[in-house]
C-alpha cells in the first residue's frame, strides 16, 4: 500500500518555473513506477510524465518534453516533477500517481492517486 501527497503548487507567471513534489508513505515506493498527470479546467486528464521505479527510464508527453523533468529519490521516498519554462496552458490540478505499470501515459494502470495540487500560471 502507498500514500501519495503531493505539494507544491501555486501561482507563477508565465516563464516561470515551479518544482513539485509527490511524498509516499511507507518504504515500498521505490518497487512503484510513479507518473504525473494534469487536468485543466474544462479538459480531461492528461499525462504528463513517468518514470520507471529504478528511475532509469523516462517517458514524457510530447508537447512537453524539453521543458519538464520528472525525477525521484527513493531513499527519501519522495518524486518531483520539474515544471520549466511555464505557460498558461500549463495550468491545471497536477496528480501523481504510483503503480505497477507497462504502459505509463494510461492512467487507469496506476494503483494508487494522490490528492493533487494545482499549479495556475498567469499570463
Known amino acids: 500500500q502507498v500514500q501519495l501527497i503531493e505539494s507544491g503548487g501555486g501561482l507563477v507567471p508565465a516563464g516561470g518555473s515551479l518544482r513539485l513534489s509527490c511524498a509516499a508513505s511507507g518504504r515500498t515506493f521505490s518497487r512503484y513506477a510513479m507518473g504525473w498527470f494534469r487536468q485543466a479546467p474544462g479538459k480531461e486528464r492528461e499525462f504528463v510524465a513517468g518514470i520507471s521505479w529504478s528511475g532509469d527510464s523516462t517517458y514524457y508527453a510530447d508537447s512537453l518534453k524539453g521543458r519538464f523533468t520528472i525525477s525521484r529519490d527513493n531513499a527519501k521516498n519522495t518524486g518531483y516533477l520539474q515544471m520549466n519554462s511555464l505557460k498558461s496552458e500549463d495550468t491545471a490540478v497536477y496528480y501523481c500517481?504510483?503503480?505497477?505499470?507497462?504502459?505509463?501515459?494510461?492512467?487507469?494502470?496506476?494503483?494508487?492517486w494522490g490528492q493533487g495540487t494545482r499549479v495556475t500560471v498567469s499570463s
Open positions: 500517481a504510483a503503480g505497477r505499470v507497462l504502459v505509463y501515459s494510461v492512467g487507469s494502470r496506476y494503483e494508487y
